[in-house]
């Protein structure tokens, strides 16, 4: 039997690509800009409090604002505060991609980009001026920092569907 087209009654949908907004969910990421913030600041209280505390302390010149101030306009406490709200953004990465569901590394990638937006509200009016490296490799740093927080996010989703299939168990979903 040959097939005709004239005698189908509807001819098929044309295919489209998607969007780049598409299956993007907006509460998420909003969520995990939120976990990134309050990640990145949780961390560099912690490094803080057990790290640069002591060692201000064991040098004699206490904790004043000033030694505080200056410690975080070195080289090394520039590059802890980089690495640690890199890991921030991961996190928020992972929060924003395992709430959404589906395309993680979209997800991730897009708490990476708002991370970006409210560094740079956040230190619009701040009187003390970051080097350009610094900024430069904060905006830089923070989209692939989100997709990895994605891309971990679906690791760790399709290993516990994998446990669960085979073992029945596994975590409940949120």
Not at 120 to 145: H, K, R, T
Request: glycine share 14%.
């Amino acid at each position: 039997m040959q097939y005709d087209p004239r005698n189908s009654p509807s001819s098929p949908a044309p295919i489209e690509p998607t969007g780049f907004f598409t299956g993007i969910k907006l509460r998420p990421i909003i969520g995990g800009v939120i976990v990134d913030t309050i990640a990145t600041y949780a961390l560099v209280t912690l490094y803080f409090t057990f790290f640069v505390a002591k060692e201000l302390g064991a040098q004699g010149n206490g904790l004043s604002e000033d030694a505080v101030a200056q410690y975080w306009n070195t080289s090394d406490g520039l590059t802890m505060s980089l690495t640690l709200g890199s890991l921030g953004t991961v996190i928020g990465g992972f929060y924003a991609a395992y709430k959404a569901g589906n395309l993680e590394m979209k997800h991730g990638a897009l708490v990476g980009i708002g991370s970006i937006i409210l560094g740079l509200v956040l230190s619009g009016g701040s009187e003390n001026e970051l080097p350009v490296w610094f900024m430069a490799l904060s905006c830089a740093g923070a989209n692939p920092a989100g997709a990895i927080g994605g891309f971990l996010a679906e690791m760790f989703k399709n290993a516990f569907s994998a446990s669960q299939s085979s073992t029945g168990g596994g975590l409940p979903r949120a």
